[in-house]
């Protein structure tokens, strides 16, 4: 028997208690949106109430929200009421008539007009009595997505030269890993010139866990040239010293460690490449760009965009495609 009186609220949390077909970080994440967000705003709504106006308030007091987090948070209500409407809980879907600006915002290069007139925006912010670090975060950008150049990133690369996390940098800008994949490689991952990617590391309410790849499709071999070989035998050189040096023995075999060989920390790594990235006085990306910088470089070289796509491991070309 249905229940008339239930409410949003009631059911949202049922719904992601009972969610065991996902990985433990995006449960988090859903769990996030609900407590934070849809709980708030529509728990006290009975369910069969429920109304795409109502919903619709709920993202316009959230003006701050990116679009394509907008998206992806009614992506989760979506989710969630089809569920209900399969159920027999609500006869129509109200997040479904929910109409929101763009999502996924299209990664853009820092051409030299782009970054001229952004570094023009910083001194302005400077001058009114901002810091520069501030000013730097607060200066707008042409997209969330933006993407170096070669001189770009070899600057960078140049800069960070004797950087602990050098190679762990050069090996995501190369070969376009996610930052929990990068994070996750191992020493057995590789095989002469080839690098195969088999988990990632994820940062979850209880800690740094070790998971599948994102999909299927994110599980692949990916080569980093000889260039590549000889950067990572240096450092596996360098680690095993750096280890000794500590007391530590055999290591995790983990590829990328920090000094004492414990696991990264994939938000502390986010963290120092954009101090590094302000410290080299270039224009900001996020590290998740390093991936889109090395899709580019692939494609400005003659690379065809279905072997990029296998590269990035995305479970379609439209996905390279359109970002």
Not at 164 to 190: M, N, Q, T
Request: charged share 25%.
């Amino acid at each position: 028997m249905v229940n008339e009186k239930m409410t949003v609220g009631q059911y949202v949390d049922e719904w992601i208690d009972g969610k065991d077909d996902i990985k433990q970080n995006t449960h988090a994440n859903y769990k996030r949106y609900i407590d934070k967000v849809f709980v708030p705003h529509l728990g006290h709504i009975r369910l069969r109430d429920l109304r795409a106006a109502q919903i619709k308030a709920m993202f316009d007091a959230h003006t701050h929200l990116a679009a394509s987090s907008a998206q992806r948070m009614r992506a989760v209500l979506r989710s969630a009421l089809s569920d209900a409407l399969r159920g027999g809980l609500v006869t129509v879907n109200a997040a479904a008539l929910v109409k929101l600006a763009g999502g996924r915002s299209r990664a853009q290069g820092w051409t030299k007009a782009r970054e001229t007139a952004w570094r023009w925006d910083v001194a302005a912010l400077v001058e009114d009595g901002m810091t520069v670090a501030r000013a730097r975060r607060s200066a707008p950008r042409p997209s969330s997505s933006m993407v170096w150049t070669p001189a770009h990133l070899g600057a960078f690369l140049d800069a960070v030269a004797d950087h602990p996390l050098y190679p762990l940098f050069w090996i995501a800008s190369h070969c376009g890993l996610r930052r929990g994949e990068v994070c996750g490689l191992k020493w057995s991952d590789l095989d002469d010139a080839t690098i195969t990617v088999e988990r990632q590391l994820v940062c979850t309410p209880d800690g740094i866990i070790e998971d599948t790849p994102k999909s299927d499709a994110s599980g692949r071999a990916v080569s980093i040239g000889k260039a590549g070989v000889k950067l990572l035998t240096k450092h596996r050189s360098d680690q095993r010293a750096e280890l000794l040096s500590w007391g530590v023995g055999k290591g995790s075999g983990y590829m990328f460690t920090t000094p004492t060989g414990e696991t990264l920390d994939p938000h502390s790594v986010s963290k120092e490449f954009k101090r590094q990235v302000a410290a080299a006085d270039l224009p900001p990306i996020r590290f998740h760009d390093l991936r889109h910088t090395a899709a580019s470089l692939m494609l400005a070289s003659g690379s065809d965009m279905k072997t990029v796509s296998e590269v990035l491991g995305h479970s379609d070309i439209t996905i390279t495609g359109n970002i």
